[in-house]
């Protein structure tokens, strides 16, 4: 006999001969074979996952095949109404389950639909082979064990080791991978040794400096640094030098370099107090006092790159936080930042990169004849709505806003209290110069980092207004 396994209802042309046990919506199959380039396909109406009982009809459970249609008729509700694929998708098909319970005696309503995702971030195509669901693990043999003991052997892995490896060599497609004389987003940022390194937490809370910094990728990290005071002088990972004495090149695989500079030097005491170093030209290396203190050990490292439109790194400036601990510490809490500005550019709050992140203000402005896009410099006050009050008065709280958030549906108003005699119309737009308030915003940004002079990132608001017999008959009402 062979052994079973699962398949998940996806269709594989070839499976052989199906298993009588079904469990938890799952179709247990003969030995599949090597997916390779075979497309996968959800058979929806197989897909059931309120199918909990083996071979028995689960309660309401619309899309259980155990179930009969005296079982159905006894059914209130479907307890899953409908069963989709990945919901990420643009357009899917979905399993439409329901109970008639009109008829006599009620029967259950099965269909298949198309459905459609309004959301712009969906996804169009699943190219990545990688993401999809239970891909036959390569079987180690003496032919690849070498290469599986490579990818798999160490505290930590990723599916992207191939492109993020730190240790790439000549060999690596990451040194050919990047012809161009450009760095692309996410791509490691050079130095003359290595890569610009960001100290990053591994599982336990560690640090691990064989973490890449890629090109505007922003990035603060956490991790906890071994340490023992007598010796803190020769432990290179809490000096500034260490975090300054890379040079970065301007574009992959270049011969120019770009210094790192020190920007600020921020002190902090032992009970937590900081205080900002008036010099910055002098290296301040840890050293142990002999009073069982360590000094000037790095607690935190902030990058700050700028860059070109032509994926040119020209600047490299850190700021430090140093402080001093206490022969009784084991460990020490280091944090670090890297983050990046555009050339010529003003610094500019982001809502995310690229994608807005949930909870930060969605960003807007103007844009003038000619120009970019203009923004205020709150980045809170950019795009607002009415702030809820408990009588929510017009007139009275007339200024009163609150930022529109990403991911918040948010929806406000206001009471204007007018007399029996008083022309609406004349109102109206004094109303909605209330709703919107003052300096309203002609584009919103489509995506959390969009730069102002893209101002194809930029979406125009556009106006919905009521037609003039409907405004008549509002009025009246």
């Not at 290396?285 to 902030?302: E, H, K, R, W, Y």
Request: net charge negative.
């Amino acid at each position: 006999m062979r052994p079973c396994v699962p398949s998940t209802n996806l269709q594989v042309p070839g499976s052989g001969p199906a298993c009588a046990l079904k469990y938890f919506g799952l179709e247990f199959g003969a030995e599949l074979p090597a997916l390779k380039d075979q497309a996968l396909v959800y058979n929806l109406a197989k897909l059931c996952v309120c199918n909990l009982l083996v071979a028995q009809c689960d309660i309401n459970c619309c899309c259980d095949p155990d179930c009969s249609a005296a079982d159905f008729s006894l059914f209130t509700t479907c307890s899953v109404p409908v069963v989709t694929g990945d919901s990420q998708l643009c357009s899917q098909e979905a399993a439409v389950y329901s109970i008639d319970v009109t008829a006599h005696p009620p029967e259950r309503i099965f269909k298949l639909i198309d459905q459609f995702n309004p959301n712009i971030f969906c996804i169009q195509t699943v190219n990545y082979k990688q993401a999809l669901s239970f891909i036959p693990p390569e079987t180690p043999t003496a032919q690849n064990f070498d290469h599986l003991l490579e990818q798999f052997g160490g505290a930590a892995f990723s599916a992207e080791s191939d492109i993020l490896n730190t240790e790439l060599d000549a060999q690596s497609p990451f040194f050919y991978s990047n012809e161009t004389a450009r760095y692309e987003y996410g791509v490691p940022i050079q130095t003359a040794d290595a890569f610009l390194r960001l100290p990053s937490p591994t599982v336990s809370s560690q640090c691990s400096d064989a973490n890449p910094a890629g090109f505007l990728v922003n990035q603060a990290t956490k991790c906890s640094r071994m340490i023992n005071t007598e010796n803190c002088g020769v432990i290179q990972e809490l000096s500034m030098l260490f975090y300054t004495s890379s040079h970065i090149l301007v574009v992959p695989n270049s011969s120019q370099m770009v210094n790192i500079t020190v920007q600020s030097i921020t002190f902090q005491s032992l009970n937590g107090t900081r205080t900002l170093l008036n010099s910055t030209d002098a290296i301040l290396f840890p050293m142990f006092s002999g009073v069982n203190m360590c000094t000037n050990i790095v607690l935190g490292a902030s990058y700050l790159l700028t860059y070109t439109d032509a994926g040119e790194i020209t600047e490299a400036a850190v700021s430090f936080v140093l402080g001093t601990v206490n022969s009784t510490v084991l460990s020490v809490q280091q944090s670090f930042e890297i983050s990046f500005t555009q050339l010529n550019t003003k610094p500019i709050p982001l809502s995310g990169n690229p994608g807005y992140s949930v909870g930060y203000p969605v960003r807007a402005g103007f844009r003038p004849p000619g120009s970019g896009i203009i923004q205020s410099t709150n980045e809170y006050g950019q795009l607002t709505i009415l702030r809820s009050t408990s009588n929510q008065d017009c007139l009275a709280i007339e200024g009163a806003r609150t930022p529109v958030l990403f991911g918040y549906n948010m929806i406000s108003g206001c009471k204007l209290r007018i007399t029996a005699y008083a022309e609406c119309q004349l109102l109206a737009q004094t109303v909605l110069n209330i709703l919107k308030g003052q300096s309203f915003p002609e584009y919103v940004a489509s995506f959390g980092n969009s730069q102002p002079q893209d101002v194809l990132d930029w979406v125009p608001i556009t106006y919905i207004h009521s037609s003039e017999q409907l405004l008549h008959r509002t009025a009246l009402l």
